[in-house]
């Protein structure tokens, strides 16, 4: 999410598209909408992305409002746009023979489809979604229910109570749905848990450093202020939505499950631990053949099989801090 | 031991009720990849005040992470 907000910024988006585009992308996803889907009901489904969506615009308007991109002087773009997309140089005399056929080129894009999504979209999120089914089995066994729904079951305090845990901390949109399953069934409001939802992945300790660079101080602290009020505002609103519409929100928290036959559910969870288990492999056999201990040379060539492959694009990096701070600069 | 039983079949049960739809959602955000091409939303970045801060964030909801 960061490097692609990096890219933006170098590519001349404005600093108001640049805080809808960091609110709404960890926020939602299509990953996370199916999760939500799977583990809550149809109403947080929809709820999730929209609330994204008005927080992101909220951000990007009160942005803009401050610095208007357009007043500033419409710069020409830093990269000539020819170079935005790339194009088959001209003049290339390669005979049409020797191009692959239609059917084969779709083909290896499907491949690619499918590796960017078990390979670099799972890769990111694998450690999140452990550590959130943990978190969501230990609330279930240790959280006791006159708690959560004296805390966390409504009203103001609730929704700050929410806010407070989920804005330091980092967790992902899709691994943040076990935990708020968990917390939905002890007793939690859905308005409390979905501030959870919005602020976990909207905001923490580590990306701050790097919003403070793209957006500044002062946007910096606008952002926050925006994700945590619309945060709340939306967790008011859904507290009011679920009695009128007569829905009793612990009853129908996970009905989809009914629309999986058992073999699907099961094969499908054998393939990701599966899969999971090779990422596992993969990170430790990484760790203990190519990273130097403790060094981070910024820029310093690693040999061909260090170089992390990630989003399609290979960093050669020495650490994840090294690699982390080339994406900043990028 | 009758705690870790109880962690171990919430998040087995959790596992099972998820993993078809994160297949799915997973495999969403790779035809995403390959069927939109990022350069030419970015190019719909630049310009409008307002219009451009729609199209981020419309642009923002279906990508993972």
């Known amino acids: ?330 | 031991m009758n705690d870790i039983t109880t962690i171990s079949i919430e998040m087995w049960r959790i596992l099972l009720d998820s993993s078809p739809y994160i297949i799915l959602g997973i495999l969403a955000a790779g035809g995403i990849k390959i069927f939109v091409n990022q350069q030419i939303i970015v190019r719909h970045l630049r310009y409008g005040r307002y219009r451009s801060v729609f199209k981020a964030a419309l642009f923002g909801i279906p990508l993972p992470l």
């Open chain 1, 1 to 330: 999410m960061l490097p692609a907000a990096a890219s933006f910024k170098r590519q001349g988006a404005n600093r108001g598209a640049l805080s809808a585009f960091l609110v709404t992308t960890p926020e939602s996803g299509v990953d996370s909408i199916a999760i939500t889907y799977a583990l809550l009901d149809p109403i947080m489904t929809v709820m999730r992305p929209l609330a994204a969506l008005v927080t992101g615009v909220t951000a990007g308007l009160v942005e803009n409002r401050l610095h208007d991109p357009d007043a500033a002087g419409r710069q020409p773009s830093p990269l000539p746009l020819a170079s935005a997309a790339p194009l088959p140089a001209a003049g290339t005399n390669l005979p049409a023979a020797t191009e692959p056929s239609p059917a084969s080129r779709s083909l290896r894009r499907l491949g690619e489809g499918i590796r960017y999504a078990l390979v670099d979209v799972w890769g990111d999120i694998v450690v999140w979604f452990c550590a959130g089914l943990l978190l969501a089995g230990l609330i279930t066994a240790y959280l006791p229910e006159d708690f959560s729904n004296l805390v966390l079951g409504g009203g103001l305090v609730s929704m700050l109570a929410m806010l407070a845990v989920g804005m330091p901390i980092y967790i992902c949109a899709t691994a943040s749905t076990p935990i708020a399953a968990a917390l939905l069934l002890k007793g939690a409001s859905p308005g409390a848990v979905l501030v959870f939802l919005l602020a976990g992945p909207a905001t923490n300790m580590t990306s701050l450093s790097v919003l403070v660079q793209v957006l500044g101080k002062m946007g910096t602290l606008r952002y926050l202020l925006v994700v945590a009020i619309v945060s709340v505002l939306f967790g008011l609103g859904l507290d009011k939505l679920y009695p009128l519409l007569g829905i009793e929100p612990r009853a129908v928290i996970g009905e989809a499950r009914e629309l999986v036959p058992v073999w699907l559910k099961i094969g499908s969870a054998t393939f990701l631990i599966i899969l999971t288990a090779w990422h596992l492999y993969r990170f430790v056999r990484h760790r203990r053949s190519e990273r130097p201990a403790g060094t981070a040379v910024c820029g310093f060539p690693q040999s061909a099989e260090g170089a992390d492959r990630h989003r399609a694009t290979h960093h050669r990096s020495s650490s994840e801090t090294c690699h982390d701070e080339c994406c900043r600069q990028a």
